[in-house]
């Protein structure tokens, strides 16, 4: 069965760091790139981060050198390092595939960056 689960959000200060992880199932993982795509209030979806196979990674001009995607391919799980994180991060958080049809979403976790 594919499925998806996002952990690791909450609420912290500006400045503030959390790690994001993804965990997968459905044995499609070490076949794809993966990303993490994000969907503040009033906006749409947007992808903020990849990686491929191979562990190439891209990245959205609004998290560039703040936001570090790495994957684990024996367990199937990509992460998102954020630092320095900003109020405008605020967001739900989703992993999928970049590629291809997407998996079904999974539940997000939600990040909020506030004073």
């Known amino acids: 069965q594919v499925q998806l689960v996002e952990s690791g959000g909450g609420s912290v200060q500006p400045g503030g760091s959390l790690r994001l992880s993804c965990a997968t199932s459905g044995n499609f993982f070490n076949f794809y790139a993966m990303g993490w795509y994000r969907q503040g209030p009033g906006k749409q979806r947007e992808l903020v981060a990849s990686?491929?196979?191979?562990?190439?990674?891209n990245y959205a001009d609004s998290v560039k050198g703040r936001f570090t995607i790495s994957r684990d391919n024996i367990k199937n799980t990509v992460y998102l390092q954020m630092n320095s994180l900003k109020p405008e991060d605020t967001a739900v958080y989703y992993c999928?595939?970049?590629?291809?049809?997407?998996?079904?979403w999974g539940q997000g976790t939600q990040v909020t960056v506030s004073s």
């Open positions: 990686i491929t196979t191979g562990r190439n990674t």
């Open positions: 999928n595939k970049v590629s291809g049809p997407l998996v079904p």
